[in-house]
């Protein structure tokens, strides 16, 4: 396996004269010059990202990465630990929310266990990179140590570099791990230096009562573990989550094979802070998919400057945003390849 220092030296920024030049080519399309909006930076984008003026249609995969959350315990969630171990066989058996919309989409759906607090048998389907069953309690001790940490990260690489290796040519995020809003709050409170109350939401569906005792635990846990803003890999560790960790890592290995990563919501925009604070360059590799209602969300895509694609409202995670995200940036790619230049279709440019 690739160390994560390795990792991060084989980010490098896009050549950005790609981007120039694919605008060119969108400008000499039959429609009139910028009117199909975002669509054609998404084209431009997913250009200088791969390095290819006429790229194909790229297949797509989305990892939704499962782990448990000792923080869980303490009354932050609607929904007991057992749902994320459900959840987990719901996906391998085709009926859930990211099946439904990965189907759509024409993408797979790669199911990740890297921390769920039970053992589950072989299947189709899922991959077994269990770190620990679950994560400490983070209220009580650190989520868990650096090297867990770590190990962690580098799994998501390793199975970024997989999947590219395998033809992958556009990576989704997705997640399923009860009690990781508390986690990604925690991390997004610490990584943009907002109030915990100002980014921590409701997750599942809690009462305010249940709320407020999320935001007291959160920062009761920073004041007793104060991890380092400046130290990713700390506050990883320390109030993170397993799943986060993974998607961390899948983001930085995609940006190392120069693939775009279309994340989806709160988790995964969490995960998106520590990969880009590991390594800035990152950051031009990401796509967001759509704005979260979760409350931090909107924070953290400031930080990120990242502007999400579309607004509908939607909290569920596994991967369900970054699915339609995912829907638009291969739209857009075949806007650039398979549209007419006006020369090519014998139609007669604007005068003026």
Do not use: W
């Not at 390795?6 to 030049?21: K, V």
């Not at 194909?56 to 009354?75: I, L, N, Q, S, W």
């Not at 719901?90 to 053992?119: K, M, P, S, T």
């Amino acid at each position: 396996m690739i160390s994560l220092s390795e990792t991060l030296a084989r980010i490098h920024s896009p050549d950005r004269g790609l981007l120039t030049r694919a605008q060119e080519r969108l400008d000499r399309l039959t429609k009139p010059q910028g009117s199909l909006g975002r669509l054609e930076e998404l084209a431009a984008q997913y250009s200088m990202i791969t390095g290819e003026l006429k790229p194909a249609a790229p297949r797509g995969a989305v990892f939704t990465f499962a782990a448990d959350h000792g923080v869980a315990m303490e009354g932050v969630s609607a929904y007991p630990r057992e749902v994320t171990r459900q959840m987990v066989l719901n996906f391998l058996r085709g009926g859930a929310g990211v099946n439904v919309l990965a189907r759509h989409a024409g993408a797979e759906v790669r199911v990740v266990d890297i921390g769920v607090a039970y053992d589950f048998e072989v299947a189709p389907g899922l991959i077994h990179k269990k770190i620990m069953p679950g994560t400490n309690n983070f209220l009580l001790g650190p989520a868990m140590s650096r090297e867990q940490a770590e190990r962690a990260v580098l799994v998501g690489a390793e199975l970024a570099t997989e999947a590219v290796e395998g033809g992958i040519g556009l990576i989704g995020t997705g997640d399923m791990g009860i009690g990781n809003t508390t986690a990604s709050s925690a991390i997004t409170a610490v990584m943009t230096g907002r109030p915990v109350a100002d980014v921590t939401g409701r997750g599942t569906g809690i009462d305010e009562a249940a709320h407020a005792r999320k935001v007291a635990v959160i920062e009761q846990a920073l004041a007793r573990h104060r991890p380092n803003r400046m130290d990713a890999m700390d506050v990883l560790s320390k109030v993170g989550g397993l799943e986060i960790a993974g998607l961390a890592g899948l983001m930085l290995g995609a940006a190392a094979a120069r693939v775009p990563v279309v994340l989806d919501g709160f988790i995964a925009g969490a995960a998106a802070l520590i990969a880009v604070a590991l390594q800035p360059r990152c950051r031009e590799y990401l796509i967001a998919s759509h704005r979260s209602v979760e409350r931090g969300h909107q924070a953290l895509l400031d930080h990120l400057h990242l502007t999400p694609l579309l607004d509908l409202d939607l909290r569920l995670g596994e991967g369900t945003g970054a699915c339609l995200g995912m829907s638009l940036v291969v739209a857009a790619v075949k806007i650039m390849t398979e549209m007419a230049t006006f020369g090519e279709a014998g139609v007669s440019e604007r005068d003026m």
